[in-house]
């Protein structure tokens, strides 16, 4: 995934807020925090970077600081601070109302499980929903009844043997 038009509105703004929260950065660096913050799955471009530096620095929420051999790099203002904050409140609430668990809500059904396999699980569970965000995407530009169908049929695949899983973990009678 590469092109802009795919990443939801404010993700680039959103994340270059974050990582300028931590530590002044220059826009390359901010490309390459993207990047590993996504897994190696998305890498922005500059020309949807740096637009964005110089409209946030328009608006007073970031500042240039004086180059250092030959790399600008940028960091957040007071401005910058208030407008990452409403951005977190907006995803929070933006989330919710999709019905989405917070963040560290599966991490709670991993209490009793070896760390090894609850990471294993988390990573399948973050792949899982990648492929689901990348065939989204793909079928926005080539849909195919076809594929819808085949993804509704392993979807359902999937859940029915989870189901059955959890039936037999609880002693339940098959149906």
Not at 41 to 59: E, K, T, V
Not at 64 to 70: R, V
Not at 105 to 119: E, G
Not at 148 to 171: H, P, W, Y
Request: charged share 30%; net charge neutral.
């Amino acid at each position: 995934m590469r092109h802009t038009a795919m990443v939801p509105k404010g993700f680039i703004r959103y994340h270059v807020l974050e990582a300028l929260n931590e530590k002044p950065m220059s826009g390359s660096e901010l490309i390459d925090h993207i990047e590993q913050h996504t897994g190696g799955h998305w890498r922005p471009s500059p020309g949807s970077i740096y637009p964005l530096l110089a409209l946030l620095q328009d608006h007073g929420c970031i500042k240039e600081l004086p180059a250092e051999n030959g790399l600008k790099r940028y960091e957040l203002t007071a401005n910058g601070k208030l407008l990452l904050e409403e951005q977190r409140m907006l995803r929070k609430k933006m989330r919710e109302e999709a019905g989405f668990p917070p963040a560290t809500f599966f991490d709670n059904f991993f209490t009793k499980i070896p760390a090894h396999k609850a990471a294993e699980i988390r990573e399948t569970m973050k792949r899982l929903g990648i492929a689901f965000f990348h065939l989204g995407t793909t079928l926005q530009e080539k849909y195919s009844e076809q594929i819808v169908d085949e993804s509704l049929k392993a979807v359902n695949e999937v859940a029915a043997k989870l189901e059955e899983i959890n039936r037999k973990l609880k002693g339940d009678k098959f149906e």
